[in-house]
Protein backbone atom coordinates (compact mmCIF):
# COMPACT_ATOMS: atom_id res chain seq x y z
CA UNK A 1 0.00 0.00 0.00
CA UNK A 2 1.14 3.32 -0.58
CA UNK A 3 2.01 5.99 2.17
CA UNK A 4 -0.97 8.56 1.76
CA UNK A 5 0.53 12.07 1.85
CA UNK A 6 -1.36 14.95 3.69
CA UNK A 7 -3.40 12.53 5.69
CA UNK A 8 -2.76 13.38 9.21
CA UNK A 9 -3.63 10.85 11.47
CA UNK A 10 -1.27 10.30 14.69
CA UNK A 11 -2.69 12.93 16.85
CA UNK A 12 -5.51 11.34 16.98
CA UNK A 13 -4.35 7.70 17.34
CA UNK A 14 -5.91 5.77 20.78
CA UNK A 15 -4.67 4.24 23.56
CA UNK A 16 -4.35 0.97 21.68
CA UNK A 17 -1.15 2.44 20.17
CA UNK A 18 -2.52 3.09 16.56
CA UNK A 19 -0.38 4.13 13.78
CA UNK A 20 -0.30 7.70 11.95
CA UNK A 21 1.26 9.46 9.60
CA UNK A 22 2.03 12.80 9.78
CA UNK A 23 1.62 15.45 6.91
CA UNK A 24 5.41 15.82 6.41
CA UNK A 25 7.30 15.34 3.20
CA UNK A 26 8.60 12.23 3.22
CA UNK A 27 5.80 11.10 5.65
CA UNK A 28 6.77 10.27 8.79
CA UNK A 29 4.39 7.37 10.85
CA UNK A 30 3.16 8.29 14.18
CA UNK A 31 1.86 6.22 16.81
CA UNK A 32 0.42 7.07 20.70
CA UNK A 33 2.52 5.13 23.56
CA UNK A 34 0.33 3.40 26.02
CA UNK A 35 0.99 6.57 28.78
CA UNK A 36 -0.68 8.96 25.81
CA UNK A 37 2.55 10.22 24.14
CA UNK A 38 3.15 10.46 20.09
CA UNK A 39 6.03 8.83 19.11
CA UNK A 40 7.36 9.11 15.47
CA UNK A 41 8.04 5.59 14.48
CA UNK A 42 9.84 6.21 11.03
CA UNK A 43 8.32 7.10 7.31
CA UNK A 44 7.68 3.32 5.87
CA UNK A 45 3.94 3.61 6.43
CA UNK A 46 3.02 0.60 3.98
CA UNK A 47 2.19 -1.42 7.15
CA UNK A 48 -0.49 0.81 8.45
CA UNK A 49 -4.15 -0.11 8.53
CA UNK A 50 -6.38 2.32 7.62
CA UNK A 51 -9.39 2.62 9.40
CA UNK A 52 -12.89 3.83 9.63
CA UNK A 53 -11.77 7.12 11.01
CA UNK A 54 -9.40 7.30 8.09
CA UNK A 55 -12.39 6.97 6.16
CA UNK A 56 -14.32 9.22 7.59
CA UNK A 57 -11.87 12.39 7.77
CA UNK A 58 -11.36 11.86 4.30
CA UNK A 59 -14.77 11.84 2.86
CA UNK A 60 -15.52 14.66 5.67
CA UNK A 61 -18.34 13.02 7.09
CA UNK A 62 -18.59 10.88 10.77
CA UNK A 63 -17.57 7.46 11.37
CA UNK A 64 -21.14 6.28 12.10
CA UNK A 65 -22.17 7.93 8.57
CA UNK A 66 -19.11 5.57 7.13
CA UNK A 67 -20.38 2.70 8.68
CA UNK A 68 -23.69 3.11 7.23
CA UNK A 69 -23.29 4.31 4.25
CA UNK A 70 -20.56 1.15 3.83
CA UNK A 71 -23.22 -1.14 5.63
CA UNK A 72 -26.09 -0.07 3.24
CA UNK A 73 -27.68 1.30 6.28
CA UNK A 74 -30.72 4.04 6.49
CA UNK A 75 -30.12 8.04 6.33
CA UNK A 76 -27.13 7.96 4.32
CA UNK A 77 -28.91 9.86 0.38
CA UNK A 78 -26.95 7.98 -2.16
CA UNK A 79 -24.64 11.06 -3.56
CA UNK A 80 -23.28 10.58 0.04
CA UNK A 81 -22.77 6.36 0.16
CA UNK A 82 -21.17 6.90 -3.48
CA UNK A 83 -18.24 9.07 -2.09
CA UNK A 84 -17.91 7.43 0.97
CA UNK A 85 -17.73 4.04 -0.90
CA UNK A 86 -15.10 5.95 -3.46
CA UNK A 87 -12.86 7.22 -0.53
CA UNK A 88 -13.01 3.70 1.72
CA UNK A 89 -11.80 2.30 -2.02
CA UNK A 90 -9.20 4.96 -2.65
CA UNK A 91 -7.54 4.64 0.69
CA UNK A 92 -8.25 0.27 0.26
CA UNK A 93 -10.27 0.26 3.34
CA UNK A 94 -11.08 -3.08 5.41
CA UNK A 95 -13.22 -2.91 7.89
CA UNK A 96 -12.29 -4.48 11.32
CA UNK A 97 -15.09 -7.34 11.49
CA UNK A 98 -13.32 -8.52 14.77
CA UNK A 99 -13.78 -4.58 16.36
CA UNK A 100 -17.24 -4.68 14.76
CA UNK A 101 -18.24 -7.92 16.21
CA UNK A 102 -17.32 -6.32 19.63
CA UNK A 103 -19.82 -3.95 19.09
CA UNK A 104 -22.64 -5.84 17.33
CA UNK A 105 -21.88 -9.10 19.81
CA UNK A 106 -21.80 -11.06 16.12
CA UNK A 107 -18.70 -12.51 14.52
CA UNK A 108 -20.15 -13.47 11.17
CA UNK A 109 -18.13 -16.72 11.56
CA UNK A 110 -19.91 -19.95 11.90
CA UNK A 111 -17.57 -23.43 12.47
CA UNK A 112 -17.77 -26.39 11.43
CA UNK A 113 -16.68 -29.31 14.07
CA UNK A 114 -16.28 -32.77 11.93
CA UNK A 115 -14.55 -36.03 12.92
CA UNK A 116 -12.50 -36.52 10.01
CA UNK A 117 -12.78 -33.72 6.43
CA UNK A 118 -10.77 -36.53 4.70
CA UNK A 119 -14.13 -38.40 4.59
CA UNK A 120 -15.66 -37.09 1.11
CA UNK A 121 -18.98 -37.40 2.89
CA UNK A 122 -17.84 -34.10 4.93
CA UNK A 123 -16.15 -32.58 2.17
CA UNK A 124 -19.87 -32.70 0.69
CA UNK A 125 -21.15 -31.87 3.74
CA UNK A 126 -19.16 -28.68 4.19
CA UNK A 127 -19.84 -27.37 0.69
CA UNK A 128 -23.41 -27.06 1.52
CA UNK A 129 -22.28 -25.66 5.09
CA UNK A 130 -20.06 -23.02 3.45
CA UNK A 131 -22.59 -22.35 0.42
CA UNK A 132 -25.25 -21.72 3.49
CA UNK A 133 -23.26 -19.30 4.87
CA UNK A 134 -22.19 -17.39 2.59
CA UNK A 135 -25.73 -16.68 1.80
CA UNK A 136 -26.12 -15.84 4.92
CA UNK A 137 -22.83 -13.48 5.06
CA UNK A 138 -20.79 -15.43 7.36
CA UNK A 139 -17.27 -17.57 6.80
CA UNK A 140 -17.23 -20.77 7.75
CA UNK A 141 -13.85 -22.35 9.88
CA UNK A 142 -13.27 -25.67 9.36
CA UNK A 143 -11.87 -27.64 12.57
CA UNK A 144 -11.29 -31.82 13.11
CA UNK A 145 -11.79 -33.48 16.20
CA UNK A 146 -10.64 -36.74 15.56
CA UNK A 147 -13.38 -37.92 17.47
CA UNK A 148 -11.31 -36.82 20.83
CA UNK A 149 -13.13 -34.87 23.37
CA UNK A 150 -10.53 -33.02 25.24
CA UNK A 151 -9.72 -32.30 21.13
CA UNK A 152 -12.97 -30.70 20.74
CA UNK A 153 -13.29 -28.94 24.28
CA UNK A 154 -10.09 -27.12 22.94
CA UNK A 155 -12.04 -25.96 20.01
CA UNK A 156 -15.12 -25.26 21.36
CA UNK A 157 -12.81 -22.60 23.72
CA UNK A 158 -10.89 -21.36 21.19
CA UNK A 159 -13.88 -20.63 19.09
CA UNK A 160 -16.04 -18.94 22.17
CA UNK A 161 -12.80 -16.55 22.88
CA UNK A 162 -13.17 -15.43 18.81
CA UNK A 163 -17.24 -14.76 19.23
CA UNK A 164 -18.28 -17.17 16.58
CA UNK A 165 -22.05 -17.04 15.72
CA UNK A 166 -22.34 -20.89 15.92
CA UNK A 167 -20.78 -24.07 15.79
CA UNK A 168 -22.19 -26.97 13.69
CA UNK A 169 -20.96 -30.59 15.02
CA UNK A 170 -21.16 -33.73 14.05
CA UNK A 171 -21.06 -35.04 18.00
CA UNK A 172 -21.18 -34.43 21.17
CA UNK A 173 -21.34 -38.29 22.07
CA UNK A 174 -17.82 -38.29 23.38
CA UNK A 175 -18.01 -35.20 25.33
CA UNK A 176 -18.80 -36.11 29.42
CA UNK A 177 -21.91 -34.79 30.95
CA UNK A 178 -19.80 -31.81 32.52
CA UNK A 179 -18.35 -30.97 28.69
CA UNK A 180 -22.29 -31.31 27.50
CA UNK A 181 -23.17 -28.82 30.18
CA UNK A 182 -20.43 -26.43 29.63
CA UNK A 183 -21.46 -26.08 26.09
CA UNK A 184 -25.07 -25.60 26.75
CA UNK A 185 -23.80 -23.32 29.29
CA UNK A 186 -21.73 -21.02 26.92
CA UNK A 187 -24.65 -20.08 25.04
CA UNK A 188 -23.39 -20.32 21.54
CA UNK A 189 -26.16 -21.90 18.89
CA UNK A 190 -24.95 -25.36 18.13
CA UNK A 191 -26.35 -28.15 15.80
CA UNK A 192 -25.66 -31.65 15.49
CA UNK A 193 -25.57 -32.56 12.53
CA UNK A 194 -25.58 -36.08 10.96
CA UNK A 195 -27.12 -36.35 14.81
CA UNK A 196 -30.31 -37.97 15.15
CA UNK A 197 -32.78 -36.07 17.85
CA UNK A 198 -32.67 -38.82 20.25
CA UNK A 199 -31.87 -37.52 24.25
CA UNK A 200 -30.70 -34.18 22.11
CA UNK A 201 -31.85 -30.39 23.30
CA UNK A 202 -29.57 -28.99 20.86
CA UNK A 203 -30.84 -28.38 16.76
CA UNK A 204 -29.96 -32.11 14.74
CA UNK A 205 -30.23 -32.30 10.94
CA UNK A 206 -29.94 -35.78 9.95
CA UNK A 207 -30.75 -38.50 7.41
CA UNK A 208 -33.22 -41.25 7.97
CA UNK A 209 -30.76 -43.98 8.84
CA UNK A 210 -32.69 -46.42 9.86
CA UNK A 211 -34.87 -46.54 6.89
CA UNK A 212 -31.76 -46.69 5.09
CA UNK A 213 -30.80 -49.62 6.67
CA UNK A 214 -34.04 -51.27 6.00
CA UNK A 215 -33.62 -50.28 1.77
CA UNK A 216 -30.60 -52.39 2.02
CA UNK A 217 -31.78 -55.21 3.42
CA UNK A 218 -34.72 -55.22 1.52
CA UNK A 219 -32.93 -55.00 -1.41
CA UNK A 220 -30.71 -57.86 -0.88
CA UNK A 221 -33.50 -60.29 0.08
CA UNK A 222 -35.40 -58.90 -3.06
CA UNK A 223 -32.23 -60.63 -5.15
CA UNK A 224 -32.18 -63.78 -2.90
CA UNK A 225 -29.71 -63.35 -0.70
CA UNK A 226 -30.10 -65.02 3.12
CA UNK A 227 -26.04 -65.53 4.16
CA UNK A 228 -26.07 -62.10 5.02
CA UNK A 229 -23.34 -59.63 6.71
CA UNK A 230 -23.00 -55.83 8.15
CA UNK A 231 -19.42 -54.58 9.04
CA UNK A 232 -19.69 -51.21 10.90
CA UNK A 233 -18.15 -49.16 13.27
CA UNK A 234 -18.15 -48.52 16.85
CA UNK A 235 -21.02 -49.67 18.35
CA UNK A 236 -21.30 -46.43 20.28
CA UNK A 237 -21.91 -44.31 17.13
CA UNK A 238 -25.53 -43.12 17.28
CA UNK A 239 -25.96 -42.92 13.41
CA UNK A 240 -24.54 -46.47 12.49
CA UNK A 241 -26.63 -48.15 15.28
CA UNK A 242 -29.28 -46.85 13.55
CA UNK A 243 -28.36 -47.85 10.13
CA UNK A 244 -28.07 -51.29 11.93
CA UNK A 245 -31.17 -51.69 13.76
CA UNK A 246 -33.16 -50.87 10.64
CA UNK A 247 -31.10 -53.18 8.42
CA UNK A 248 -31.55 -56.21 11.40
CA UNK A 249 -35.02 -55.63 11.91
CA UNK A 250 -36.16 -55.59 8.30
CA UNK A 251 -33.87 -58.74 7.72
CA UNK A 252 -35.67 -60.39 11.14
CA UNK A 253 -38.99 -59.51 10.41
CA UNK A 254 -38.91 -61.03 6.50
CA UNK A 255 -41.40 -63.30 5.42
CA UNK A 256 -38.73 -65.64 5.41
CA UNK A 257 -36.74 -64.20 8.28
CA UNK A 258 -32.75 -63.96 8.07
CA UNK A 259 -29.84 -63.80 11.02
CA UNK A 260 -27.12 -61.91 9.53
CA UNK A 261 -23.87 -61.65 10.88
CA UNK A 262 -22.98 -58.31 12.58
CA UNK A 263 -19.51 -57.50 13.00
CA UNK A 264 -18.16 -54.45 14.80
CA UNK A 265 -14.01 -52.51 14.07
CA UNK A 266 -12.96 -48.85 12.73
CA UNK A 267 -15.28 -47.14 10.39
CA UNK A 268 -12.93 -46.62 7.85
CA UNK A 269 -11.39 -48.12 4.83
CA UNK A 270 -8.65 -49.78 6.80
CA UNK A 271 -11.73 -51.43 9.20
CA UNK A 272 -13.66 -52.33 6.24
CA UNK A 273 -10.91 -54.42 4.57
CA UNK A 274 -9.85 -55.96 8.37
CA UNK A 275 -13.44 -57.00 8.96
CA UNK A 276 -13.70 -58.30 5.68
CA UNK A 277 -11.00 -60.66 6.31
CA UNK A 278 -12.30 -61.47 9.92
CA UNK A 279 -15.90 -62.24 7.83
CA UNK A 280 -14.21 -64.45 5.38
CA UNK A 281 -11.94 -66.27 8.00
CA UNK A 282 -14.75 -66.59 10.54
CA UNK A 283 -18.27 -66.80 8.44
CA UNK A 284 -18.65 -69.45 5.60
CA UNK A 285 -21.14 -69.27 2.69
CA UNK A 286 -21.74 -65.47 3.24
CA UNK A 287 -23.04 -64.04 -0.04
CA UNK A 288 -23.48 -60.18 0.52
CA UNK A 289 -22.30 -57.54 2.95
CA UNK A 290 -23.85 -54.25 4.17
CA UNK A 291 -20.92 -51.79 5.08
CA UNK A 292 -21.79 -49.08 7.06
CA UNK A 293 -20.82 -46.12 4.65
CA UNK A 294 -19.13 -46.27 1.26
CA UNK A 295 -15.58 -45.67 2.36
CA UNK A 296 -15.48 -49.35 4.27
CA UNK A 297 -17.13 -50.85 1.33
CA UNK A 298 -13.88 -49.43 -0.68
CA UNK A 299 -11.99 -51.74 2.10
CA UNK A 300 -14.27 -54.41 1.64
CA UNK A 301 -13.70 -54.91 -2.10
CA UNK A 302 -9.54 -54.49 -1.40
CA UNK A 303 -9.88 -57.19 1.18
CA UNK A 304 -11.84 -59.49 -1.34
CA UNK A 305 -10.10 -58.54 -4.37
CA UNK A 306 -6.55 -59.51 -2.04
CA UNK A 307 -8.84 -63.15 -1.23
CA UNK A 308 -9.42 -63.63 -5.10
CA UNK A 309 -13.69 -62.99 -5.36
CA UNK A 310 -14.60 -60.73 -7.33
CA UNK A 311 -17.80 -58.01 -6.62
CA UNK A 312 -20.26 -58.90 -7.43
CA UNK A 313 -19.94 -62.64 -8.85
CA UNK A 314 -18.54 -63.82 -5.39
CA UNK A 315 -19.71 -61.48 -2.94
CA UNK A 316 -22.42 -58.71 -3.36
CA UNK A 317 -21.82 -55.80 -1.57
CA UNK A 318 -23.48 -52.34 -0.59
CA UNK A 319 -22.67 -49.55 1.38
CA UNK A 320 -23.83 -46.03 2.44
CA UNK A 321 -23.61 -42.03 1.90
CA UNK A 322 -23.54 -42.00 -1.70
CA UNK A 323 -20.21 -40.05 -1.81
CA UNK A 324 -18.77 -38.82 -5.55
CA UNK A 325 -16.02 -42.15 -5.70
CA UNK A 326 -18.49 -45.17 -5.57
CA UNK A 327 -20.13 -44.00 -8.94
CA UNK A 328 -16.74 -43.94 -10.13
CA UNK A 329 -14.83 -47.00 -8.71
CA UNK A 330 -15.24 -50.64 -10.24
CA UNK A 331 -17.54 -52.33 -9.64
CA UNK A 332 -19.57 -48.74 -9.23
CA UNK A 333 -21.31 -49.25 -5.98
CA UNK A 334 -24.89 -49.78 -4.99
CA UNK A 335 -25.37 -47.75 -1.75
CA UNK A 336 -27.85 -45.65 0.06
CA UNK A 337 -27.83 -42.07 -0.78
CA UNK A 338 -28.13 -39.07 1.65
CA UNK A 339 -29.03 -35.88 1.09
CA UNK A 340 -24.89 -34.64 1.97
CA UNK A 341 -24.99 -30.94 0.48
CA UNK A 342 -28.17 -30.59 1.97
CA UNK A 343 -27.51 -31.58 5.12
CA UNK A 344 -24.68 -29.21 5.57
CA UNK A 345 -26.91 -26.45 4.20
CA UNK A 346 -30.11 -26.58 6.18
CA UNK A 347 -28.09 -27.14 9.52
CA UNK A 348 -26.26 -23.93 8.68
CA UNK A 349 -30.10 -22.38 7.94
CA UNK A 350 -30.98 -23.00 11.31
CA UNK A 351 -27.73 -21.96 12.87
CA UNK A 352 -28.13 -18.49 11.58
CA UNK A 353 -31.78 -18.73 12.87
CA UNK A 354 -30.61 -19.78 16.66
CA UNK A 355 -27.86 -17.20 15.88
CA UNK A 356 -30.45 -14.21 15.51
CA UNK A 357 -32.99 -15.29 17.71
CA UNK A 358 -29.96 -15.29 20.55
CA UNK A 359 -31.55 -15.78 23.73
CA UNK A 360 -35.01 -17.69 22.48
CA UNK A 361 -32.81 -20.88 20.95
CA UNK A 362 -35.97 -22.95 19.71
CA UNK A 363 -34.74 -26.31 18.62
CA UNK A 364 -35.36 -27.82 15.26
CA UNK A 365 -34.79 -31.65 13.83
CA UNK A 366 -34.57 -31.82 10.33
CA UNK A 367 -34.89 -35.72 9.14
CA UNK A 368 -33.54 -36.03 5.48
CA UNK A 369 -34.89 -38.77 3.38
CA UNK A 370 -32.76 -41.37 1.59
CA UNK A 371 -32.79 -43.56 -1.52
CA UNK A 372 -30.97 -46.47 -2.58
CA UNK A 373 -28.66 -45.96 -5.62
CA UNK A 374 -28.55 -49.08 -7.52
CA UNK A 375 -25.28 -49.70 -9.35
CA UNK A 376 -23.24 -52.84 -10.46
CA UNK A 377 -22.15 -54.04 -7.06
CA UNK A 378 -24.44 -56.59 -6.06
CA UNK A 379 -26.50 -59.47 -7.96
CA UNK A 380 -28.68 -62.65 -7.13
CA UNK A 381 -26.62 -65.26 -5.80
CA UNK A 382 -28.04 -67.45 -7.79
CA UNK A 383 -27.28 -65.66 -11.03
CA UNK A 384 -24.76 -67.82 -13.53
CA UNK A 385 -22.07 -67.63 -14.40
CA UNK A 386 -20.18 -67.91 -10.67
CA UNK A 387 -17.31 -69.47 -9.77
CA UNK A 388 -14.49 -68.88 -12.01
CA UNK A 389 -12.49 -67.36 -9.46
CA UNK A 390 -10.02 -68.78 -6.84
CA UNK A 391 -12.65 -69.23 -3.92
CA UNK A 392 -16.25 -69.06 -3.91
CA UNK A 393 -17.90 -68.60 -0.80
CA UNK A 394 -21.62 -70.19 -1.50
O1 LIG B 1 -19.15 -40.25 10.74
C1 LIG B 1 -19.15 -40.16 9.35
C2 LIG B 1 -20.13 -41.06 8.75
O2 LIG B 1 -21.39 -40.84 9.29
C3 LIG B 1 -20.26 -40.87 7.26
O3 LIG B 1 -19.48 -41.72 6.51
C4 LIG B 1 -21.66 -41.05 7.02
O4 LIG B 1 -21.98 -42.38 6.87
C5 LIG B 1 -22.23 -40.45 8.23
O5 LIG B 1 -23.55 -40.70 8.43
Redesign the pocket.
Known amino acids: MMPLPGLFLGAHGDQAGRLGIVSSSPPQCKTLTPAGQEQIIGNDCTFMPITIKDVARESGVNTSTVSRALNNGYGVNDETRKHVIAVAARLNYRPNRVARGLVTGRSHSLALL???IR????AEVARGAEDAARSGNCDLVLCNSD?NADKQMQYVQSLLEKRIDGILM??VSMLNEEQQAQLVASGVPIVLL?RSPSNHTFSTV??D?ESGGALAAKYLLNLGHRKIAHLT?PRQ?G??TD?ARGFVRALQTAVDPVQPTVLHGK?NFAGGAELTRKLLDEHQGITAVFA?????AFGVVRAALDRGLRIPEDLSLIG??N?EFSGIVHPPLTTIH?P?YEMGYAAVEILLRLAREKAKQTPEHRLLGVELIERESCRSPLAKPRGSSKRSLV
Not at 119 to 122: D, G, I, K, Q, R
Open positions: VSDNPFFLNSNCANGHNLRFANDVMFDIQK
